[in-house]
């Protein structure tokens, strides 16, 4: 199981009223979303279970794929298509030693060391960001174009971008430099998901 070819990768917005966001999710999905991460924070291991196996269940009818964001317990639960951790989270490794072989593990990195660490302990991509400013992590530090170029060449597994990324600002630097993006609001918050999701994906094409 890999993320080879799948550039549209969306990450649930854990504010939103989660009824709202299936529906949303599924707008998305038929817009071309290839990759939905389920991302919870406040709630109930109980509950992220219930919402992660409806996401996973959703996800798996348009023929997506399915990552759950930090939780490893949760994640083997469901039996998420894989797990997607930042850097104060379990090591890449030790979670190789729990999750099945063939499970996914992303990683959210910023600069060339957790890059290079991320890769020597098998993950199977990496998420660079923030690449603009976004209002779902008010605090996210910004990686700047050139620090994403020199991950770009120090990388040997997939890229997606992160953070603030919009159909108006997806560069052809950057289209050129990804392999893919992961977004929250511009999809999110869109009053048609469906059609938002195809710009997107048309622009990573173009």
Excluded: W
């Excluded at 996401?55 to 939780?71: G, P, W």
């Amino acid at each position: 199981m890999n993320v080879k070819g799948k550039k549209l990768y969306l990450v649930t917005d854990y504010n939103m009223e989660f009824n709202k966001l299936l529906s949303k999710v599924e707008e998305a999905l038929k817009g071309g979303v290839s990759i939905v991460q389920y991302r919870a924070k406040n709630k109930t291991t109980r509950k992220m279970c219930k919402e992660a196996l409806l996401l996973k269940e959703l996800s798996h009818k348009y023929k997506a794929l399915f990552i759950v964001n930090d939780r490893l317990d949760v994640a083997l639960v469901v039996d998420a298509d894989g797990i997607h951790v930042g850097q104060d989270d379990m090591e890449v490794y030790k979670i190789k030693e729990i999750l099945p072989k063939d499970k996914i593990i992303g990683v959210s990195v910023h600069d060339l060391e957790e890059t290079r660490i991320a890769i020597e302990q098998g993950a199977d991509y990496i998420g660079v960001g923030a690449l603009y400013n976004t209002n779902t992590k008010n605090n996210a530090k910004i990686v700047s174009l050139e620090m994403l170029k020199k991950i770009r060449k120090k990388s040997s597994i997939p890229i997606y971008g992160i953070g603030g990324l919009t159909v108006n600002n997806l560069t052809k630097t950057l289209r050129e430099t990804l392999d893919g993006i992961a977004i929250v609001s511009e999809i999110l918050l869109a009053k048609n998901a469906t059609d938002k999701a195809k710009d997107l994906l048309n622009c990573m094409k173009n």
